[in-house]
């Protein structure tokens, strides 16, 4: 069964074995660590040179375990496997309710989150194709809260945070299918990130592979 994570109903749907070569494919399929975290697996992507314009907003709270450096870190591992970045855009904040929607944003309603960056990254194979990588941190109170909500995230049909493509770039009419997707629990912070190629497909690195080293 897919995992629809936007579209019609704005739910998420659970990804099926389509998601996990596609993140694979993307490099951002998640890993769990040492530390106790927990991880779901989706896909990743491929390509050369990086070529980045950022903009981000301020409201997250000083000392927070998520912010640029969670996302700089995606980006150099990305480039690391030859593919090229051709924009990133990031976000943080601290308002988890006003960047999420369906069941998630129930949750953060009761359960707000002390700190939330984003970003979104547009990558490009050696044929021009795009793909869109939306990769999110929320980082809970508690460890407890961060299980809770990486369960929740992971159900089919609950929403999501809401991918930063979706609001700012070129490419907001692109909604997320869940086939490339992956989430992981470290501690306190819940880590989420999905893949979606453009236009005419993909045909770089597997975007599963992105997707599991950006949640190293």
Not at 24 to 50: E, K, R, Y
Not at 173 to 196: F, H, L, P, W
Request: aromatic share 4%; net charge positive; proline share 2%.
């Amino acid at each position: 069964m897919a995992r629809r994570i936007g579209g019609r109903g704005g739910g998420s749907d659970k990804g099926s074995s389509g998601s996990t070569s596609l993140l694979i494919a993307l490099g951002i399929v998640f890993v769990a660590t040492t530390g106790g975290g927990a991880a779901a697996i989706g896909s990743a992507l491929s390509s050369g040179g990086a070529s980045v314009s950022s903009g981000a907003s301020s409201g997250a709270r000083s000392g927070a375990r998520v912010n640029s450096r969670n996302s700089n870190t995606v980006e150099a591992r990305i480039v690391r496997q030859g593919v090229r970045v051709a924009g990133k855009i990031t976000d943080d904040s601290a308002d988890c309710v006003g960047n999420s929607y369906g069941q998630v944003q129930d949750f953060f309603c009761t359960n707000p989150c002390t700190a939330l960056h984003r970003a979104s990254f547009e990558l490009r194979d050696s044929k021009g194709d795009a793909a869109i990588v939306a990769v999110s941190w929320a980082e809970m109170p508690t460890e407890a809260g961060a299980r809770a909500l990486k369960q929740l995230m992971d159900r089919p049909g609950t929403g999501n945070v809401t991918e930063l493509s979706r609001e700012r770039g070129k490419y907001r009419s692109v909604r997320y299918t869940g086939d490339a997707y992956a989430s992981r629990q470290d501690g306190t912070v819940v880590t989420n990130a999905q893949a979606e190629p453009v236009a005419r497909g993909w045909a770089g690195l597997a975007l599963a592979t992105i997707v599991t080293n950006a949640a190293e």
